[in-house]
């Protein structure tokens, strides 16, 4: 079974400072998918960053980044120069062709950017 | 862009009432998702389907049926509805497409609430 753990239900952090999110997962699946989603009170769910599991580099999309540590089976999620936008749930994801694209979410961490 | 859409934002239905939740997706995605999303819990998985006529079970399917006659049109049925089912409800929609992405994209959600 494959299961997602995000340990910190909330935080919090100051507006222009940097914020590490965690989450952990557990596989047998060698080949897999990981992904943030940003979820903004009363707003649609989207697509923060990805990473492929076979890819070493960590993927970075502008003041987002990961820190992929496949063996420790670790995806953090690092938020840069925090912003007021930003707050919001944050769930982490993992996905493997092998369970038919199915997705499985964490509990989320819920993010306030404090001006 | 891709556009998933929902057919309510609230809802508010009494106990034992059938329920219809409907989902719209406009990028010809194969799959196609039902998620439900309470407090703590994350996001679970209710049903997925890969093609038009086909659905799987996910993590709690009890209480809940799926339809999919129509590729971008997948609905969620609550046979019976009650209080334990006042949730979050989420679509999303995806494809692996050329890219391999395998991102879902996420529909507003409906907030339905069984009285």
């Known amino acids: 079974a494959q299961t997602v753990t995000q340990s910190q239900p909330e935080m919090s952090v100051q507006e222009a400072e940097t914020v590490t999110l965690s989450c952990t997962y557990d596989t047998s699946e060698n080949n897999y998918y990981l992904f943030w989603y940003k979820q903004p009170p009363s707003r649609q769910m989207i697509l923060v960053i990805r990473?492929?599991?076979?890819?070493?580099q960590n993927a970075t999309e502008n003041r987002f980044s990961v820190n992929f540590q496949k063996a420790a089976k670790s995806f953090s999620l690092k938020i840069s120069d925090s912003q007021l936008g930003d707050t919001a749930m944050y769930f982490c994801a993992f996905m493997t062709e092998n369970t038919g694209n199915q997705f499985y979410f964490g509990t989320g961490t819920s993010l306030t950017v404090i001006p | 862009d891709v556009k998933v859409t929902q057919s309510s934002r609230y809802l508010v239905k009494r106990t034992g009432e059938k329920v219809f939740l409907e989902c719209v997706q406009d990028?010809?995605?194969?799959?196609m998702f039902w998620y439900r999303q309470d407090p703590g819990l994350g996001l679970r998985l209710i049903y997925f389907s890969y093609d038009v006529k086909m659905k799987e079970k996910g993590d709690i399917p009890e209480g809940y049926s799926v339809s999919r006659e129509k590729k971008e049109r997948f609905s969620l049925i609550l046979e019976s509805a009650s209080t334990n089912q006042t949730s979050m409800y989420l679509c999303a929609s995806s494809s692996p497409g050329t890219s391999g992405s395998y991102e879902q994209y996420f529909g507003p959600g409906t907030r339905l609430t069984v009285t």
């Open positions: 990028m010809d995605h194969e799959n």
């Open positions: 990473q492929e599991a076979y890819k070493q």
